[in-house]
């Protein structure tokens, strides 16, 4: 391995490390997990708790039977 696989690894480690910090501060809104649980997009897996999907940055909601308990929140933008 030469010095450009090093530099892919550490861009690689640095792009992880990054995206975890920001999910780790990420607060999200009512409004953000208000989704129809039939359009909720799978953000999780079987049987994850609330705090390892709050984890991911992801909306928990169990109160619904066979439908996704931790999915991806929407995006709304910033005014």
Same mark, same amino acid.
């Not at 391995?1 to 501060?25: E, H, Q, S």
């Not at 997990?33 to 039939?38: E, T, V």
């Not at 049987?47 to 929140?73: Q, R």
């Given at each position: 391995?030469?010095?450009?696989?090093?530099?892919? @690894? +550490?861009?690689?480690?640095?792009?992880?490390? #990054?995206?975890?910090?920001? !999910?780790?501060?990420?607060?999200?809104?009512?409004?953000?997990?208000?989704?129809?649980?039939?359009? @909720? +997009?799978?953000?999780?897996?079987?049987?994850? #708790?609330?705090?390892?999907? !709050?984890?991911?940055?992801?909306?928990?909601?169990?109160?619904?039977?066979?439908?996704?308990?931790?999915?991806?929140?929407?995006?709304?933008?910033?005014?």
């Amino acid at each position: 391995m030469g010095p450009a696989m090093d530099f892919k @690894r +550490i861009c690689v480690l640095a792009l992880v490390l #990054t995206v975890g910090f920001v !999910n780790a501060d990420l607060k999200l809104s009512a409004a953000q997990c208000n989704i129809a649980p039939k359009s @909720r +997009i799978n953000c999780g897996y079987p049987a994850i #708790t609330l705090e390892e999907c !709050n984890k991911k940055g992801c909306c928990y909601d169990n109160s619904i039977d066979d439908v996704v308990w931790c999915f991806h929140p929407l995006l709304l933008e910033r005014i």
